[in-house]
């Protein structure tokens, strides 16, 4: 089975596809200073639930970009269906690839996908130039709760990072951290008992599907990964940053 699809089969009860919640969402869109006729371009944006919220709460319009065309699919649908079509665009395609004018957004964005420029610099890089003058920065990324981290697991995960890493990685980006919004254990648990629950589903109403075991296979994977490791070691927060405009 492709890599992707098991995204597709985990996440089919999901609207936000990272352990943060709507209002954590919203709060960190009210710190920002989102209003109407304030634009965002986000990548990696999911099925758009963000980007509808901040456009639902604060009129703000814009773009997301993801890879996989079923999220992109499934996304518009939702943006029909919520009246937000002529206000929000999803496109399919790489983010890190895409070509945008620079300097010409409010926001950009990146919630739990700065990976698709395989390094956290670059992804700062990228989105800066996105943005106006007096514009912001939203991102999402995981870290390293604490730093006594078991050796096969951080061999395994290569880029995570502490959370003192990202804070010297983004003042050495030109960058201060404006606000941020974490998310509990109850955000992790529900986002990864969403995704056991799709898992689940797609497992019982497939029992003769030739690639039925590479999707238990990938079930019992990640909940030993979570119950070993993950409500110990992983942190996750959406962080608000700001152009420094000081030297």
Known sequence: MNFLDFFDIAERSLEIINPISAEKILAIGRMAGMSPGKTILDFGCGYAEPLALWAENFGVSGLGIDLRHKVIERARLKLERRGLSERLQVIQGNGSEYTFTPNSYDYAACIGATFIWDDYRVALASLKQAIRPGGKLLVGEVYWLKDNVPPDLAQS???????????????????????????????????????????????????????????????????????????????????????????
């Open 157 to 247: 995960q290569t880029c995570i990072h502490n959370e003192s890493w990202l804070l010297q990685t983004t003042w050495e980006a030109g960058l201060d951290v404006e606000y941020v919004v974490r998310a509990s254990h109850d955000d992790w648990d529900k986002y990864e008992a969403g995704n056991w629950y799709g898992f689940t589903r797609w497992i019982e109403e497939n029992p003769q599907h030739p690639e039925r075991q590479q999707v238990i296979d990938r079930l019992h994977e990640g909940q030993m990964e979570y119950f070993r490791y993950g409500r110990e070691y992983f942190g996750w927060a959406i962080y608000l940053l700001t152009p420094r405009s000081y030297s």
